[in-house]
């Protein structure tokens, strides 16, 4: 069982630790580069705020006892719509994300044991909506290290980095044959923040091919 209130603790502190590392940022730095393919700090910045709208339609759909889409129209939907919003101000697109995570958060908050008991529908298919503030997490932890600006994933907090590795190490073991199980040595022998990049697709580990995990 997720423990929820630890987890939407965390999703709510990366949202603030995100706001505020945004502080500052000029409309030159959101139309440079990130560290995600041919997408700029523009292009991430709105797919964390499009992914907070999504995440708040599974959940307010729970609350009416229904199962709601997280992004109607699929990826074509999601990616236009990530186009359309990445050439914005700086300014325009701090309000978005911050605006978008408040209203999550509210979206959270309003929850009931039901709803909490529900499910929603991702681009990957049904997901309980008690797994949502950890995935939450996640997202804003690895997409504001993505930016490519002074967060990495060496900033990532600790809990964060306990939690997803072992969520990450049981899907590897899944992946893997009977008797096969197991991390490799190598990813064994760096820190548990490097495992967790490398398991992500985030960083890389001399002598290892890409985890493969994450596509």
């Given at each position: ?149 002074a967060y990495s994933w060496r900033n990532w907090p600790a809990e964060y980095v306990r939690l997803e590795l072992a969520q990450l190490t ?46």
């Amino acid at each position: 069982m997720p423990d929820r209130d630890r987890e939407l603790r965390g999703a709510v502190e990366a949202h603030r630790t995100l706001e505020h590392s945004l502080v500052g940022l000029t409309d030159a730095q959101a139309r440079q580069p990130s560290l995600l393919p041919d997408w700029t700090v523009g292009h991430v910045l709105t797919h964390i705020a499009r992914n907070a709208d999504g995440v708040r339609a599974m959940v307010e759909g729970a609350q009416r006892g229904e199962v709601a889409e997280m992004y109607p129209g699929g990826f074509e939907r999601r990616n236009a719509d990530i186009a359309r919003g990445a050439g914005r101000t700086a300014e325009a697109l701090i309000d978005d994300v911050r605006m978008s995570a408040a209203r999550l958060e509210l979206a959270f908050e309003a929850n009931d044991d039901a709803a909490w008991d529900g499910e929603g529908i991702t681009v990957f298919g049904p997901a309980r909506i008690d797994a949502l503030p950890l995935r939450r997490w996640r997202e804003v932890e690895v997409h504001h290290a993505d930016l490519g600006l002074a967060y990495s994933w060496r900033n990532w907090p600790a809990e964060y980095v306990r939690l997803e590795l072992a969520q990450l190490t049981m899907l590897w073991n899944s992946r893997r044959s009977m008797g096969m199980t197991g991390l490799p040595d190598a990813a064994l022998a760096v820190d548990e923040h490097h495992r967790v990049a490398w398991l992500l697709g985030r960083a890389t580990i001399d002598g290892l091919e890409p985890a493969g995990l994450m596509g």
